[in-house]
């Protein structure tokens, strides 16, 4: 698997960024609605298993074929070049930085991203939850179950988790840059993604579509569940990758790291 030089990989990611940051308005809020809409594939995917497998959750068979699963959105999203949130808490972090762009340039590519992103979610979701469980391959008991999986717990906990997420994000935006070849990525893309799968962290764009799943599929998950979880696993999301990939790595890499 070759691999760029550290100081490569830098001047890739401020060029990324800033590229990104200085894009027109309309092009990258429909960038991130194309991304909002593609990820949902991901948690499809786990809820047709969780209907067609005899195993679910806590059963190590299910758990690997459910994390698996959610890695798809994310080879859609990343190798077809949409724009993600989550890696724009690095990539685009870097070029302001470096000192190259603006901090309100940042804000406006995540505010941008972010909508698109939520509002892709949200038309994948209207589109799965009216036409999946009339084909017989996916049933409201799976996404609720998903759902409960991200919403079932302590505040405290969506934000710690939710750096986590942010944190594996930033590694993903880093290492794919690294990377020289498609294979090498889907690798990356697959080994980082489905970590945060099988540990049930809380993505907010992946996130975003499972718990809507639960929302409008089951009673047991309210208006103030969602936005509970969306609140927090984003801003944990901006702390992981922001602070413990783009603040560190830019930091060892300017100094001299190699």
Known sequence: MEQKPTR??????????????NRERSGL???GVSAG???GFGPLLMAT???LSTGGFGDLPTELLLASA??????FVILGRSELFTEHTTLAV???????ASLRGLLRL????????LIGGLLFTLLAVLLMPGLGVVTPAAFEAIALKLVTHDLGWLFVAGVFAGWLMGLLAWLITAAQETTSRILIIWIVTATIGILHLPHSIAGNVEVLFGLFMSPSITVLDY?????LATVGNLVGGGVFVALLKYGHVVRGGN
């Open 8 to 21: 490569d990989v830098l001047e890739s990611l401020i060029e990324s960024g800033l590229h990104e940051i």
């Open 29 to 31: 809020l429909l960038s």
């Open 37 to 39: 809409m593609d990820i």
């Open 49 to 51: 298993i969780l209907t």
């Open 70 to 75: 959610y890695s798809i959105g994310f080879v």
């Open 94 to 100: 870097v070029p302001v930085l470096d000192g190259q």
């Open 110 to 117: 995540w505010g941008l991203v972010y909508v698109g992103n």
């Open 227 to 231: 936005l509970a979880f969306l609140s």
